[in-house]
């Protein structure tokens, strides 16, 4: 099927912007005061390649950090002694999104956006240098302070990423990610896990300005190997792009974001709109609309909603099927056969989709998001009829080669760990709103203020539930949890029967969850990974206890 | 005093008022011709604002703007939304009204806690503005801050004008209910507080009934790490484990070609 270039309906029936002047701007308010900024000039699609993030590098073996990590600044550091230093900047750069915006100044992650890639396993124990060489003075939206979380690591408290660890220019920290399976149990591994800003009260502004990068994890079972002869091995399609070099690449990280660019090109933000930020270019890897040459064989996406505030309904646009088979970038028990999947801002999923069984004849195919969201506090019920997807990334397939292709998607991928952690007490979180503020509970986020004290090593059912009229995908640090019910209808199957980290919340919804907390002590948030409103106090502390 | 984020000799607004306040007599007493001429410079003339809410202004670069709303304060003077209140400014805004005995009693609090935390830099260059969603008059408005022990309190102004332009700041804002009677409805009226430094286009915004240190951190933040005021008050418990970098060496900021 072939669709005409993604269209903002908004920028066509929607937004009445109107100039009125050469110094402003007056876009009438819908029904309330929130509304579009300007539009982004125009773009055409398909004009440059999809982009890949280099890997990031550890140092050499013989070259050390300079001054030397502090091993008593963290938990079973000596247990789980780094085998690999990386000494990674936080620092400015100019990227250009597509041929006809501006270069805009953006922060990075090692001068990359998406910040180059961590390429991790477990049994090797990391540990991470993240120098902040930024500006004192960022102009306009950003903070130049920071603090990374990786988004699913299950690292200790100090290494996490708390939204109050913030640290400034000319400082550095250290975060030890230990790549250790959650209580020793091989079924809980990870795979697609990603890493971003968490700095309190501007992870929107900072992750908008590019502070995010993929961080994935492999271990025996998902090696990263479609030729591994270990017979355990599962031998999905295997080859991460480093940059430049996609030669034999069929393991694909793609990041869906959505921003806004002003009538020169460049990027802009609008900060004051406390619902979220809604964008009308849709870039792929930081790119608006690229394209990217497949061969006639199964590749695995990575897909990342990497919001801000964005969910995303995911097809191809020939409507085939493919396999799912990870879901927040943890092996399914099994794969899936679907012809979608839906993320809410941070969620993943990743798919292996299966190019081979295309028609000779097919030469184009579109990944498209199919879900209407015109308003940033959550999309519609309803999926956009094929001819309005927006299309994010146009795949070329090549010709057959004759090539064999040795992955595989075997019928057994992961099991899922027995909930066999006795249950000590329940409790209830309520996402809400009052008085304008983003609330849990009805309090409002206090740094200070402990909310719930979780015993190590034990289990809860925590009750998650929202109402009004906004979508809250909630995000919980530190361990992946288990969906028990979802609206009362106990979960056996389908994608929320897997390990997750973000449980999306439509209008209405409740979700009774499996909670445990292993291996780590300290402090963790709970939030809204709807950005905006994780900013403005959406967000509770756990702490982790012996 | 100079100002703390370029160096130069700062005004801050209550000064600029002040001063317009102690030179409207004497123009008065020179001649309407050159009170015309003040005036037209400092008024409509070149002023963007709808003279109604229910639009949302924004620069050509995205950014929201803020039209010249003429607002009165708590002692009857005129007051100038950009002129006066944001160009230049670090600020943080509110909204309430002066009978109010739920939310803004609680906001009172805790931006009143949140200012004494911060009391040195006060006023200068810190201000707090509440905007009246009810079109108090400013005898309402004093009366209220005396109740609430701000009046007098340096730095804090309370401000009123016609409902519509109130709601069109608030909007400007960001604060605004999807549902237009939760909107309109003064009972639910908005608990967030705006936060900004405008000379460097940084904002932020938080609850303004929360924990004043919060408020008080979110405000300080406002200001470049390295001009930043210490408030031990408000450092974490613990620390971050970060350290310095061994030979830093502040780094320029890139500036795109335009």
């Known amino acids: 099927m072939s669709l005409s270039p993604s269209i903002s309906r908004r920028r066509f029936f929607g937004g009445t912007a109107l100039t009125t002047g050469a110094f402003a701007i007056h876009a009438h308010a819908g029904d309330n005061g929130n509304?579009?900024?300007?539009?982004?000039?125009?773009?055409?699609?398909w004009l440059q390649r999809l982009p890949f993030a280099k890997h990031a590098v550890p140092l050499p073996p013989w070259a050390a950090l300079d001054p030397l990590p502090i091993p008593a600044a963290h938990q079973r550091y000596d247990e789980f002694a780094p085998v690999k230093f990386y000494n990674m900047n936080v620092c400015e750069g100019l990227t250009r999104p597509h041929p006809q915006l501006a270069s805009s100044v953006v922060t990075t992650y090692q001068g990359s956006v998406p910040g180059v890639t961590f390429m991790c396993r477990y049994g090797e124990p990391v540990l991470c240098r993240i120098n902040n060489v930024l500006p004192d003075v960022i102009q306009g939206f950003g903070s130049s302070e920071i603090i990374t979380h990786v988004h699913n690591g299950h690292h200790a408290s100090e290494s996490d990423g708390w939204p109050g660890d913030w640290f400034g220019p000319g400082t550095f920290k250290d975060h030890h990610w230990p790549n250790i399976y959650a209580a020793g149990d091989y079924r809980e591994g990870k795979g697609t896990l990603w890493y971003h800003d968490h700095r309190m009260d501007y992870t929107a502004q900072n992750t908008y300005r590019g502070l995010a990068g993929f961080f994935l994890l492999f271990d025996f079972l998902d090696s990263g190997d479609e030729n591994d002869p270990n017979p355990d091995a599962l031998r999905l399609p295997s080859g991460v792009p480093d940059g430049d070099r996609i030669e034999r690449c069929y393991d694909i990280p793609l990041v869906i974001t959505d921003r806004r660019y002003d009538r020169n090109g460049y990027l802009t933000m609008d900060v004051m709109n406390m619902d979220g930020v809604l964008g009308d270019k849709h870039l792929v890897n930081g790119a608006v609309q690229p394209f990217f040459e497949v061969e006639r064989?199964?590749?695995?996406?990575?897909?990342?909603?990497?919001?801000?505030?964005?969910?995303?309904?995911?097809?191809?646009?020939?409507?085939?099927?493919?396999?799912?088979?990870?879901n927040d970038g943890n092996l399914l028990p099994r794969p899936r056969d679907t012809d979608s999947v839906y993320l809410g801002v941070a969620e993943r999923a990743d798919i292996v989709v299966d190019f081979s069984q295309l028609p000779a004849s097919t030469r184009e195919l579109y990944l498209v998001n199919r879900l209407d969201q015109t308003d940033p506090r959550k999309p519609e019920d309803e999926l956009l009829p094929w001819e309005e997807a927006i299309q994010l990334l146009k795949f070329i397939v090549k010709p057959a080669t004759g090539v064999p292709d040795p992955s595989r998607v075997p019928e057994i991928l992961?099991?899922?760990?027995?909930?066999?952690?006795?249950?000590?007490?329940?409790?209830?979180?309520?996402?809400?709103?009052?008085?304008?503020?983003?609330?849990?509970?009805?309090?409002?986020?206090?740094h200070d203020?402990?909310?719930?004290?979780?015993?190590?090593?034990?289990?809860?059912?925590?009750?998650?539930?929202?109402?009004?009229?906004?979508?809250?995908?909630?995000?919980?640090?530190?361990?992946?949890?288990?969906?028990?019910?979802?609206?009362?209808?106990?979960?056996?199957?389908?994608?929320?029967?897997?390990?997750?980290?973000?449980?999306?919340?439509?209008?209405?919804?409740e979700m009774e969850i499996y909670v445990r907390f292993r291996d780590w002590l300290g402090r963790y948030p709970m939030h809204c990974h709807n950005t905006v409103h994780e900013d403005h106090a959406m967000m509770v502390r756990f702490d982790v206890v012996p | 005093m100079n100002d703390p984020i370029h160096g130069r000799p700062h005004l801050d607004a209550?000064?600029?008022l002040d001063r317009r306040g102690a030179l409207l007599p004497l123009l008065f007493a020179g001649g309407a011709a050159l009170l015309g001429g003040c005036a037209t410079a400092r008024r409509p003339a070149a002023d963007p604002a709808p003279t109604a809410g229910g639009e949302t202004v924004f620069?050509?670069?995205?950014?929201?703007t803020f039209p010249n709303y003429l607002l009165r304060d708590q002692d009857g003077r005129e007051v100038l939304f950009h002129d006066d209140l944001v160009r230049g400014q670090v600020f943080a805004a509110t909204f309430g009204y002066a009978s109010c005995k739920g939310v803004c009693t609680r906001i009172a609090d805790s931006m009143g806690g949140a200012s004494e935390l911060i009391a040195p830099i006060m006023a200068n260059p810190v201000r707090f503005y509440t905007f009246s969603l009810a079109e108090d008059s400013p005898t309402e408005l004093r009366a209220s801050m005396k109740a609430r022990g701000l009046y007098g309190r340096p730095g804090w102004s309370y401000l009123?004008?016609?409902?519509?332009?109130?709601?069109?700041?608030?909007?400007?804002?960001?604060?605004?209910?999807?549902?237009?009677?939760?909107?309109?409805?003064?009972?639910?009226?908005?608990?967030?507080?705006?936060?900004?430094?405008?000379?460097?286009d940084k904002w932020s915004s938080c609850p303004a009934m929360g924990n004043p240190v919060n408020i008080a951190r979110v405000i300080v933040a406002l200001f470049p790490p390295s001009r930043r005021p210490a408030f031990p008050a408000l450092d974490f418990d613990g620390g971050n484990g970060a350290r310095p970098i061994?030979?830093?060496?502040?780094?320029?900021?890139?500036?795109a070609m335009r």
């Open chain 1, 35 to 45: 509304t579009d900024p300007p539009a982004s000039p125009d773009t055409t699609p």
């Open chain 1, 297 to 326: 064989r199964k590749y695995r996406f990575r897909l990342l909603a990497g919001g801000p505030s964005r969910f995303q309904q995911l097809f191809l646009s020939n409507g085939m099927t493919f396999k799912h088979i990870a």
């Open chain 1, 414 to 446: 992961r099991p899922l760990p027995d909930m066999d952690t006795p249950v000590v007490r329940t409790r209830e979180w309520r996402f809400d709103r009052s008085n304008g503020m983003w609330t849990v509970n009805g309090r409002l986020f206090d």
């Open chain 1, 449 to 509: 203020r402990v909310d719930a004290v979780f015993r190590r090593g034990t289990a809860e059912i925590w009750r998650i539930s929202t109402s009004g009229g906004w979508a809250h995908p909630v995000h919980m640090h530190v361990e992946e949890q288990r969906v028990l019910t979802y609206n009362r209808v106990p979960v056996t199957s389908g994608p929320l029967f897997a390990r997750k980290d973000v449980f999306t919340l439509k209008p209405g919804d």
């Open chain 2, 14 to 16: 209550a000064a600029r």
């Open chain 2, 59 to 64: 620069c050509p670069d995205g950014t929201r």
């Open chain 2, 160 to 200: 009123t004008g016609p409902a519509e332009t109130v709601r069109s700041i608030r909007w400007a804002f960001g604060f605004a209910d999807p549902d237009e009677e939760a909107d309109a409805s003064l009972a639910f009226h908005t608990g967030m507080a705006r936060f900004g430094n405008h000379p460097i």
């Open chain 2, 246 to 255: 061994p030979g830093f060496r502040q780094v320029p900021a890139l500036v």
